[in-house]
């Protein structure tokens, strides 16, 4: 199909050119680049579609009349109709494309090299950087990173797709009062307690003791004076203070780390505030001698940013010590240093659109070119339909408890099913499909917006879900593997002029779709744009599986012919589903 596209655009351009110099139009020619592409809404309006609204001036004509001229040199060309037909309605040109051609072409393209299709390599040789999670190692991983992890991941997957060399990056925020919170409540609380000898999960273990510290505030207004003591002595370097300290976040990032490997997550580096937090100190020096920034009359260190329509900023205290903002102007420094990248990602909430565009231009207005290279991918607010979830109450969902209540639900979906022979190893598969299931719902949500998660919604094995996509994954496995005992099938050798039912050319057409799919979530970083085209992907199959028999098809060849359509739909259903995280099933 993009062959043909391409032969289309090439000719609809040709006649363009064709039409300026028969009318000694004074203008230059027409280049593909300045004629559009579209995809008509209505099938039966074509399969591509040339609108001439832009050349109306150039021509001093209606675009319909643009339109008509066009597609009469069009017709005139006999070396066109192997390749299909055209004609005009109204402003467009539109074109009917060969089948047969566009079937071969597509499906050839996906069995011949079923693990690169999709690829387009439009960002081969660039380097991205991308920063997601940013966990705190106070408590363990929440629902709100299992959504940033989920965008920071598929993402990531999908840029590496396109070509792009991608470089993951989590800043591990292992320092501060809040940190010290749950030290202090270990100390009081914990009785040399250990997450071995109780049995729970290590950053669950840490994260406990920062409730036990919120209950404990409550209830002794010096608590908090406690916990400002013992950051005191952490920053002095005690040595008692610093071994809580590295036992505590050791048990916190070894717990996130088997929630990352269980939902697929991975990092190339880590980088800990504690390493960090310094930095930053020498560029705001730096910016201060070259007048960039300045000091107010207590010694505060200050930008102004109000000519860029934004506030006055704070970059270091009126005793010299950083603030956040210190921290990231640093990080950012030497996370070029350490992989000069052409585009560094943050995958970060929404409510910190203020902070990065302070960011972006405090280190362009420091001279650093690849400032303008910044980019802040923000995502709203997930909730459940108990409300909003504050870790300090105890009243946040876990990672793993909500992965496992998912679980738990899919297992007993599959026993009621009466699938436990069917799918093996049932606690394996129902993880897989508390994963689809779970990934699915994060991702078909345009990262912008604020969304409710409802796990017995995500669970269901039809309609708009992760466990719908799987199934139809595994269906169509089934379909492959019956078809293996069929010799006069085997035997056959396509024929994809026979592939003319309305059903199959909308799944084919659906199939050749995919590559400028993923160059469109790639260029937007939104993983939602596959999440769609993956259920639009589904119901197309579901809608021929229906209407056109392949197994019991009496004709071999068109049976055989059938078969291939339903191989490159699983080729580009376990491409698209690893780009948005949904492990592929083979039976459920």
């Known amino acids: 199909m993009k062959e043909l596209k391409k032969i289309w655009h090439g000719k609809v351009t040709e006649a363009l ?73 109204g402003p467009y040109v539109n074109v009917f494309v060969s089948r047969e051609k566009a079937t071969e072409s597509v499906l050839k393209n996906i069995l011949l090299s079923p693990e690169s299709y999709g690829k387009t390599n439009s960002l081969s040789g660039r380097k991205i950087m991308i920063e997601f999670s940013s966990p705190n190692t106070n408590k363990p991983l929440h629902l709100g990173h299992l959504r940033n992890d989920a965008l920071g991941e598929s993402v990531s997957r999908i840029l590496k797709f396109l070509g792009a060399e991608v470089y993951k990056v989590c800043i591990i925020n292992n320092r501060g009062v809040h940190i010290c919170k749950s030290m202090l409540a270990y100390k009081k609380f914990g009785n040399n307690e250990t997450p071995e000898s109780l049995g729970v999960k290590s950053d669950r273990f840490v994260g406990d003791f920062y409730v036990k510290f919120a209950k404990w505030a409550s209830e002794d207004p010096g608590a908090e004076a406690e916990a400002q003591e013992m950051l005191r002595k952490w920053e002095a370097g005690d040595p008692d203070t610093v071994a809580l300290w590295k036992k505590m976040n050791n048990w916190a990032v070894s717990g996130m780390e088997r929630t990352y490997k269980r939902t697929g997550v991975s990092f190339d580096k880590y980088y800990f505030e504690s390493d960090t937090y310094l930095l930053g100190k020498d560029a705001i020096a730096k910016g201060l001698e070259e007048k960039i920034f300045y000091k107010d009359e207590e010694g505060t260190t200050w930008v102004d940013l109000t000519e860029e329509n934004l506030d006055k900023k704070v970059l270091l205290r009126k005793d010299g010590t950083s603030v956040y903002i210190t921290q990231d102007i640093g990080t950012a420094i030497q996370r070029h240093n350490d992989w000069p990248f052409d585009q560094l990602v943050y995958v970060v909430g929404s409510e910190q659109i203020y902070h990065f565009k302070v960011l972006f231009l405090v280190l362009k207005k420091l001279g650093y070119s690849w400032a303008d290279m910044l980019y802040h991918l923000s995502y709203g607010m997930v909730n459940l339909p108990e409300g909003r979830m504050k870790s300090r109450e105890g009243t946040v969902v876990d990672a793993d408890d909500l992965i496992d209540s998912l679980r738990d639900m899919a297992v007993e979906e599959i026993k009621v099913k009466n699938r436990e022979e069917a799918v ?16 699915y719902f994060l991702l078909q949500v345009t990262p912008s917006k604020d969304m409710l998660f409802n796990p017995k919604e995500s669970l269901s094995f039809n309609g708009d879900t992760g466990p719908y996509l799987q199934y139809m994954g595994a269906r169509i496995t089934s379909v492959l593997k019956k078809a293996e005992a069929s010799p006069s099938v085997q035997g056959a050798v396509s024929d994809y002029s026979l592939l003319d039912e309305e059903y199959e050319w909308e799944l084919l057409k659906l199939l050749a779709k995919f590559p400028d799919v993923v160059d469109e979530a790639g260029r937007n970083m939104d993983p939602s744009r596959i999440a769609l085209y993956l259920y639009e992907l589904s119901k197309g199959f579901s809608r021929f599986y229906h209407e056109c028999p392949i197994l019991d098809e009496k004709n071999p060849v068109l049976s055989k012919t059938r078969l291939d359509l339903a191989k490159a739909v699983l080729v580009v259903l376990k491409n698209a589903m690893n780009l948005v995280m949904i492990p592929f099933l083979e039976s459920m």
């Open 17 to 89: 050119n064709k039409l300026r110099i028969s009318m000694n139009v004074d203008c230059p020619g027409i280049t593909e680049e300045e004629v559009p592409l579209e995809n008509p809404p209505d099938p039966g309006m074509g399969d591509l579609g040339f609108p001439m609204f832009m050349f109306a001036k150039k021509f001093r004509k209606g675009p319909p009349v643009i339109a008509r001229e066009v597609a009469e040199i069009l017709s005139g060309d006999v070396e066109l109709a192997e390749y299909g037909r055209v004609q005009s309605q």
């Open 424 to 439: 093996g190893d049932i606690n394996d598969v129902a993880e897989k499909i508390a994963l689809g299931a779970l990934h």
